[in-house]
């Protein structure tokens, strides 16, 4: 199948020639790659570092001026070796997205500094800082799909941020998996779709996308088969529409993407103005355990009743809350992270049952179509209202944030040059409904909210 192009997630990591795209073996790869990469700047770094002490007490021995010596060895401090290369995983426009993150100062100093500490209490092995835990949620990066695509209708219990296991529904892309939101399904305008969806639960279901395709009950144990030509490029929400909203809320839900038939990389015919180098997909929703349970124990659940007791206790951006939705390490389908220059399109779908408001810092967002709409007043903003079943397109832009802070200051002309279109760390985005900030009825912040995050 056709690699998704600029599917953020996706784009693949080359590391001494041995490539890999994210799970548990991506993970192994990062910590073997981190620990000898601590292990080849501790030990040269540190003797720099000593070098410099060494240079700066004689200067002030022999009475000379120790500034010129201090930025000599900052320019030989901060300068920056290849840390990885990211290569998209497929072409578009004939363009090849491609990314080399480095390594910034601060990461230097820390590698380098453990290992002078090490150096200076004699310790027989260099020291290391340990890579952040990850808690195993890389393997539950939403794929993205297309061809003939099997989906099945599964159930399971899913851990919350706070240790809580609650059970839930959801699209899954083999027989035993589950996934909430479900897989991305994706293709291109005007291709044909066909997809195969299996109910393994003892209850009727469906797959309904409004507009294009509607299953029918699918009863337990049924498989139904779908034929559809993809619609108009965009954005779409696919759900059960059995017993409506009951079943989605509950966890059978996801996101179709469109592409242009034209192969570019915009998000719409004609919108050459608002090229992406990336694409992510947010499927936001929320949840209460006490109705979960009741499906668990296989009670009846009216729709009228659950829309007007329906009390959730969490909120979640691709099925995650609060810090395990905010990194790239424990969310690299969410959290997105680019180089300055290199806007992103995120495409945002309320699955809920409650209005959400994501906002943004560090840019303002454009909006660039609702509900399959292309807005012709595109308008520049830092919170997007979303409705539930709303489905929006904005462009991050990825600009150098107005507000930023270069420090420490540049010392020199040229290092100035360098560093002036260089802002790297996370801004978050979070929703401004209150009640979503939090999860567990009051552990804040570990609701709706994540990062984007500037990489150098």
């Given at each position: 199948a056709e690699a998704v192009p600029g599917a953020g997630y996706l784009l693949a990591e080359e590391v001494g020639g041995v490539e890999g795209a994210g799970g548990v073996g991506g993970l192994a790869l990062h910590g073997v790659r981190d620990a000898l990469v601590g292990e080849a700047a501790a030990l040269p770094l540190a003797t720099l570092g000593l070098v410099v002490l060494a240079l700066?007490?004689?200067?002030?021995?022999?009475?000379?001026?120790?500034?010129?010596k201090a930025r000599q060895a900052s320019r030989l401090i901060g300068a920056r070796?290849?840390?990885?290369?990211?290569?998209?995983?497929?072409?578009?426009?004939?363009?090849?997205?491609?990314?080399?993150?480095?390594?910034?100062?601060?990461?230097?100093?820390?590698?380098?500094?453990?290992?002078?500490?090490?150096?200076?209490?004699?310790?027989?092995g260099l020291v290391v800082w340990p890579p952040p835990r990850t808690h195993g949620a890389a393997?539950?990066?939403?794929?993205?799909?297309?061809?003939?695509?099997?989906?099945?209708?599964?159930?399971?219990?899913?851990?919350?941020?706070?240790?809580?296991?609650?059970?839930?529904?959801?699209?899954?892309?083999?027989p035993d998996a589950l996934r909430t939101p479900g897989p991305v399904i994706w293709g291109r305008q005007g291709e044909p779709f066909r997809i195969s969806v299996t109910n393994n639960l003892n209850e009727d279901h469906s797959f309904f996308i409004d507009g294009i395709v509607d299953s029918g009950v699918i009863a337990p144990g049924e498989t139904k088969h779908l034929s559809f030509e993809a619609p108009a490029a965009g954005t779409y929400l696919y759900q059960d529409g059995v017993n409506a909203p009951v079943n989605r809320v509950l966890g059978l839900h996801g996101a179709m993407v469109i592409m242009v038939a034209d192969r570019t990389m915009t998000p719409f015919p004609g919108g050459d103005q608002w090229t992406f180098a990336t694409q992510w997909v947010w499927v936001l929703n929320e949840i209460d355990p006490a109705w979960s349970?009741?499906?668990?124990?296989?009670?009846?659940?009216?729709?009228?009743?659950?829309?007007?007791?329906f009390l959730p206790r969490y909120f979640t951006i691709n099925g995650r809350s609060g810090s395990m939705a905010s990194h790239t390490e424990t969310a690299p389908d969410t959290a997105v992270h680019d180089r300055i220059g290199n806007p992103a399109l995120i495409r945002m779908v309320n699955a809920g049952l409650a209005m959400h408001s994501p906002h943004f810092h560090g840019n303002h967002v454009y909006l660039l179509t609702h509900n399959g709409e292309v807005l012709a007043n595109v308008m520049w903003k830092d919170n997007i209202m979303?409705?539930?079943g709303d489905r929006k397109d904005v462009l991050l832009p990825f600009a150098i944030p107005p507000n930023a802070v270069h420090w420490p200051p540049p010392l020199e002309g040229q290092q100035f040059l360098r560093e002036l279109g260089q802002s790297e760390g996370a801004f978050p985005m979070h929703c401004h409904v209150e009640m979503s900030q939090v999860a567990g009825g009051g552990l804040y912040p570990q609701g709706m909210l994540t990062d984007w995050v500037v990489e150098l």
């Open positions: 700066l007490d004689g200067a002030r021995r022999r009475g000379q001026p120790a500034a010129a070796a290849p840390y990885t290369v990211r290569e998209a995983a497929g072409r578009a426009g004939g363009v090849e997205l491609s990314d080399r993150r480095e390594i910034s100062r601060r990461e230097v100093l820390r590698y380098g500094g453990a290992g002078a500490v090490a150096l200076a209490l004699g310790a027989s393997e539950d990066i939403i794929p993205w799909i297309s061809g003939d695509i099997e989906l099945f209708i599964n159930d399971g219990l899913v851990e919350m941020i706070d240790g809580t296991p609650v059970y839930m529904w959801g699209f899954g892309d083999s349970g009741r499906a668990q124990a296989d009670l009846p659940i009216d729709p009228d009743e659950f829309k007007r007791e979303m409705m539930p």
